[in-house]
Structure formats: C-alpha cells, structure tokens
T-cell receptor, first 115, second 109 residues
C-alpha cells in the first residue's frame, strides 16, 4: 500500500512568488494534516481536515496561505505571495479515524526555499 | 494550549548502550501519544502509538511508557545500534497532534 505522497520534494522560488504543494493521503484516511517544520524544531500544525471540512485552521496565516481538500481526498496548500520566512519543510500527514485514536502517517515533505 | 517538551535535546552514546528519551506534556486530556523517528532530510516514520488507556507499548527493541496523569512518556531503545542515529519526536494527540522539538540521538560505533 502506498504511503502519503507529497510533491514536489523540493521547491526554490523568489520572494513574492506563489507556490503550491500537493498531498495524496493514504487511501481511506479521513483526517489530513498540513504541518510546517523549521530547522531544528518539531512540526507545527497549519491545518487539519476531517474529510473535506477544515476543522482546525487556527494556525494558518490566512493572509497568504490557503488550503483545500477536494472530495475529501487530495489536498493542496498554497502560499501567495511567499516571504523569506516561509522557507521550511511542509509535511502532510493522514490518519484513518476521526476520533484521534489511530496512527498518523507522514509524507516525505516538501522543502521550500524562498530567496 | 498543549506544550510538549523533550529532554535531552541531544544524546550521544556508544553502541550497545540502552537509550532513554523523555517526553512531557502539559494537558493530560489526550487521545494518544505517538513516537516518531526522523532521519535528516526525510519525513517522519511512526514508531509506536500508545492509546490514552494504555500504560506501555512494545515493538522489537523499542518500548514506550505513558503516564497520562503526570504528563510523561518515555521511549526506551534497547541495545542501541549506529542505525538508530536519528531525531526522535513525540506527539500528543488532543485532536491536534502537537509535537516536541525532538531528541537527536547519535550512536557511536
């Protein structure tokens, strides 16, 4: 069974440009998370979906970040415009159960560099 | 807001020694606690999941304990090997999956 798939793996863009990341969760997983991880730190939650509904986006900088999960499957995270401080690894994760009682599985991440 | 702390931040041991990694959290109202491994430049690999009703969970050389009332979990890795060198992260699921900053482990051959 395929794990969580993210693309691209790496992205280098100039500041003020837009960028988008894509995530395909494990088949059948209801819950999908987007995290941002800065160097030497643990991942920080940006947004959490249950099926197609964003149930926690309190940490998403909504002035420049947006996300969607169409049909409760794949998800896209967008930044427009990107700033130097957005350089980080963006991780997507999914889990099966809505009650929080099952394992979360992570993708390989997208390393974003803003220059 | 849930705060997750991992001590120590880094650990270096000779091969064969047992590893003890600590994780503490401030809000005990959690569904579960999960330990992950992260290799440089890679994503997170799930090691163990402990449900809130469990006291410990074992997988091979790994054993994790959970004391929810005191807000603590410990990951034990027996007979460490150089291949165990990585960063180990704990995450508590209180509907949010909050992470500590991790413990970076180096096992010297």
């Amino acid at each position: 069974e395929a794990g969580v798939v993210q693309s691209p793996r790496y992205k280098i863009i100039e500041k003020k440009q837009p960028v988008a990341f894509w995530c395909n969760p494990i088949s059948g997983h209801n819950t999908l998370y987007w995290y941002r991880q800065n160097l030497g730190q643990g991942p920080e939650l940006l947004i959490r979906y249950e099926n197609e509904e964003a149930v926690d986006d309190s940490q998403l900088p909504k002035d420049r970040f947006s996300a969607e999960r169409l049909k409760g499957v794949d998800s896209t995270l967008k930044i427009q415009p990107a700033e130097l401080g957005d350089s980080a690894v963006y991780l997507c994760a999914s889990s099966l159960d809505l009650t929080g009682s099952t394992e979360a599985f992570f993708g390989q991440g997208t390393r974003l560099t803003v220059v | 807001k849930q705060e997750v702390t991992q001590i120590p931040a880094a650990l270096s041991v000779p091969e064969g020694e047992n590893l003890v990694l600590n994780c503490s959290f401030t809000d005990s109202a959690i569904y579960n606690l999960q330990w992950f491994r992260q290799d440089p430049g890679k994503g997170l690999t799930s090691l163990l999941l402990i449900q809130s009703s469990q006291r410990e969970q074992t997988s091979g050389r790994l054993n994790a304990s959970l004391d929810k009332s005191s807000g603590r979990s410990t990951l034990y890795i027996a007979a460490s090997q150089p291949g165990d060198s990585a960063t180990y992260l704990c995450a508590v699921d209180d509907y949010k999956l909050s992470f500590g900053a991790g413990t970076t482990v180096t096992v010297r051959a």
